[in-house]
């Protein structure tokens, strides 16, 4: 689920009944006006989610808002520290993106990063759509953290090749074939 709009929190609270019901696993990317308008009902929306995907400038903004309070200056930098505060929705896997420096997943267990693909960008529309797709293909297919992080990274990468944010999205064999030169980081 991504950029919902309209009736919202409705349409939130609809998906999570629908998935209760049915089992269903959902990944959400809210939109900056939803986190603006009501955090607390996006942060209450990701302790429903198999994913939950932000870039930096909005998990700051959620934490900010849900702690009721200014993150200090040394833990705006802090990308463990804003995975473990969005972990706390109960969201099983949190993904933040930022773009040229990447990528940080964490599921409870350990805490991820990939570097993005140093190239020379021609537009970055659809970079973070692209990314979400990529990780959540390999997601989807029972593939490891590290390889879907791998595939959001390298679909991403991709996509900002060209004009558009749907010129440049890769398929299975391409994405395998991109993979192979980016590097997972575990963190401590």
Request: aromatic share 8%; net charge negative; no cysteine.
């Amino acid at each position: 689920m991504s950029d919902p709009s309209g009736d919202w929190r409705d349409i939130l609270k609809k998906v999570a009944e629908t998935s209760a019901q049915t089992d269903a696993k959902i990944s959400f990317t809210p939109r900056g006006k939803n986190i603006v308008e009501d955090a607390a009902a996006v942060y209450a929306f990701a302790g429903k989610t198999e994913l939950f995907f932000v870039n930096k400038d909005e998990a700051i903004e959620i934490v900010n808002r849900i702690k009721g309070e200014t993150i200090e200056a040394d833990k705006i930098n802090d990308e463990k520290f804003l995975l473990t505060e969005l972990k706390k929705s109960g969201a099983k896997i949190v993904i933040i993106t930022d773009g040229n420096r990447g990528a940080w997943v964490y599921d409870g267990l350990e805490f991820l990063h990939a570097d993005a693909m140093k190239i020379e960008a021609v537009d970055s529309t659809g970079a973070g759509d692209a990314f979400f797709s990529g990780f959540s293909a390999g997601h989807i297919k029972g593939e490891s953290l590290e390889e879907s992080l791998k595939m959001g990274i390298a679909n991403s990468s991709n996509v900002i090749l060209y004009y558009g944010g749907k010129q440049g999205l890769l398929n299975s064999d391409a994405i395998e074939k991109k993979i192979k030169k980016i590097k997972i980081k575990k963190l401590n």
